[in-house]
């Protein structure tokens, strides 16, 4: 009687064991998922989300046309994410039969609000208050205004000059001829508009009234050459 009691027992532990093994293989048993991760307003691939086991973090990438393929067991979960938007989890479910399955993973924006930043160039408030004591503040109106007539003064000066001493001379001659000859030839000659030499010819004959319509009798016999008129 107690050695069939103790055959009893061995055999339920026995069958217990086995059931145990078979369902621990079917847990263990690999399944494939291959499928697209697409957005979920307007359906669009969406390329290299990255997709991982969880239990193991061993995973995939999606290719650039949101394509992926990976395999996991019963019960794990695969998650899928991507900056911009929100983590996906994806728990596979115990009572798939099959061993590869199709998916279709959609993905939901994600807004992330960031706290208001102000970046100074300075590293330290004392550096700040270093550079703000010695900041050097910008002209006023009357200051530009002051540095411009100076400048118009200085430009005035130069357009009005005309060479007087014989070197000065010689050397504004020769500088004339070689402009000439330079142009000489070509089909279009450069434009004199920015030639300081054209210019002072033209103000200082205009001061002389070269261009009186009755000259005096004192610049009649002045004559005055320029390479081309200006335009």
């Known amino acids: ?11 339920i532990i026995l069958i217990l064991l086995m059931n145990y093994c078979f369902a621990q ?10 499928g697209i991760v697409v957005t979920a307003d307007s359906l669009k691939p969406i390329p290299f989300v990255h997709i991982f086991i969880k239990e193991t973090n061993m995973g995939t990438i999606s ?24 983590p996906v989890y994806f728990k596979i479910p115990d009572t798939l039969k099959h061993t590869f399955y199709n998916l279709i993973q959609p993905m939901i924006t994600d807004t992330i609000y960031l706290d208001k930043t102000v970046i100074y160039p300075w590293p330290s408030k ?6 703000f004591i010695n900041i050097v503040p910008p002209d006023d109106d009357l200051e530009r205004a002051r540095k411009n007539l100076a400048f118009m003064e200085w430009k005035d ?21 070689t402009y000439q000859n330079y142009s000489a030839g070509q089909l279009i000659k450069p434009n004199n508009l ?11 004959a205009w001061q002389d009234g070269q261009f009186k319509r009755n000259p005096s009798k004192e610049n009649e016999n002045k004559q005055y050459y320029y390479n081309e008129p200006l335009h």
């Open 157 to 177: 000066k130069e357009l009005n000059y005309v060479a007087r001493d014989g070197q000065s001379s010689y050397n504004q001659m020769i500088r004339q001829m």
């Open 63 to 86: 290719n650039i046309n949101g394509l992926f393929s990976i395999v996991g067991e019963k019960g794990q979960t695969i998650v899928f994410t991507f900056v911009g938007y929100k």
């Open 126 to 131: 004392d550096k700040f208050k270093e550079a």
């Open 25 to 34: 293989k079917e847990q263990n048993k690999l399944i494939e998922f291959a």
């Open 1 to 11: 009687m107690y050695l069939n009691r103790v055959k009893f027992y061995i055999t």
């Open 194 to 204: 920015l030639n300081p030499f054209a210019w002072a010819e033209f103000i200082k």
